[in-house]
């Protein structure tokens, strides 16, 4: 994997590490996987269909979405998941994997975490505090740039110490197109976004 994927994926490992190690071969009716709460549930099967693609994770993810209510079209997926396939055997796979990853994820957040619409309960409810940190929850499970600013954006007017994450987000970006791919850049990049993270977990 490219630099830009590792610290695309290391909230995920920030957040799910414990839950994806412990759950490899992640089942619905896993009982360690239905006492979950439904936010971290669609995560991880989000994750388990980006970490290590089959046809069991997409299957599991069209399942529990469609149990919450929520249609998808999987076969919109497919290409994404047969190049991913078809990529892994080739010896520059990983300079090939870039523009793919950047795809999957797009595709992965346009399925909104559930904490979005939980915290705007929690705002009608006059619960505003409780509000803003599961909203915030929700800016942690996205995967790109794009969604991860105009989510911060959007709570500015809110939550004006958004903008300060914002600009750190941003800061974090430019270290991580001008980092190099070894391993003292990665390492360096992963600490950097967990400090990053552990500033929405208010």
């Not at 999957?104 to 909104?112: G, L, P, T, V």
């Amino acid at each position: 994997m490219t630099v830009a994927i590792l610290f695309t994926l290391a909230i995920a490992l920030i957040l799910f590490r414990a839950f994806v190690l412990h759950l490899r071969s992640t089942d619905l009716d896993n009982e360690k996987f239905v006492v979950l709460p439904r936010e971290v549930k669609l995560a991880i099967l989000k994750e388990r269909v980006l970490e290590t693609p089959s046809e069991k994770s997409l299957n599991n993810l069209e399942t529990f979405l469609k149990s919450e209510g929520i249609e998808v079209d999987m076969e919109s997926y497919r290409p994404l998941y047969t190049e991913q396939l078809k990529l892994s055997g080739k010896e520059n796979a990983i300079a090939l994997d870039n523009d793919l990853y950047t795809r999957e994820a797009a595709w992965m957040d346009a399925i909104e975490p559930f904490e979005f619409a939980e915290a705007l309960k929690l705002k009608e409810e006059g619960k505003t505090e409780e509000s803003i940190q599961t909203y915030l929850q929700g800016v942690l499970r996205y995967y790109s740039d794009e969604k991860i600013e105009s989510s911060l954006e959007a709570i500015r007017p809110d939550y004006p110490a958004a903008q300060k994450m914002l600009d750190d987000y941003k800061a974090l970006e430019v270290l991580r197109d001008e980092s190099l791919a070894d391993e003292a850049s990665i390492e360096k990049l992963a600490k950097a976004k967990e400090a990053w993270a552990k500033e929405l977990c208010i």
